[in-house]
């Protein structure tokens, strides 16, 4: 599986943004979105299995971002509205094809990773 983000740039405070991840076709059970900004950890943000009844998001972002994707064209989108400065980072998207309930939120759980695309927040 090859895994191709895009969508990052630059965006004042209370914008939008919407990332997508395009896949190379393969069937994998679940994907997720994480983050890691300057100096901190890489962090879980979203995630969704495959059919896409089970969504889950780290609490700051609930309310704000929404996980989706297109199995037309094998993308995933993270919609990311109201933005905040503390949202800036380098965004991740992921694949698995061991899609858990309690795993989701690991980055270890996944077995394929994107390269990664610069989100920055403006105050």
């Known amino acids: 599986v090859q895994l191709q983000a895009s969508g990052g740039g630059l965006v004042q405070a209370g914008g939008s943004l919407r990332l997508s991840c395009a896949d190379s076709?393969?069937?994998?059970?679940?994907v997720g979105w994480f983050r890691q900004a300057p100096g901190k950890e890489r962090e879980f943000v979203a995630a969704?299995?495959?059919?896409?009844?089970?969504?889950n998001y780290i609490d700051s972002v609930k309310g704000r971002f929404t996980i989706s994707r297109d199995n037309r064209n094998n993308t995933v989108y993270l919609q990311m509205n109201r933005l905040k400065p503390e949202d800036t980072a380098v965004y991740y998207c992921?694949?698995?094809?061991?899609?858990?309930?309690?795993?989701?939120?690991?980055?270890?759980?996944?077995?394929?990773w994107g390269q990664g695309t610069l989100v920055t927040v403006s105050s």
């Open positions: 076709g393969r069937i994998v059970s679940g």
């Open positions: 992921a694949a698995t094809t061991g899609y858990s309930s309690g795993r989701y939120n690991l980055a270890g759980a996944y077995d394929y």
């Open positions: 969704m299995n495959w059919r896409g009844d089970r969504k």
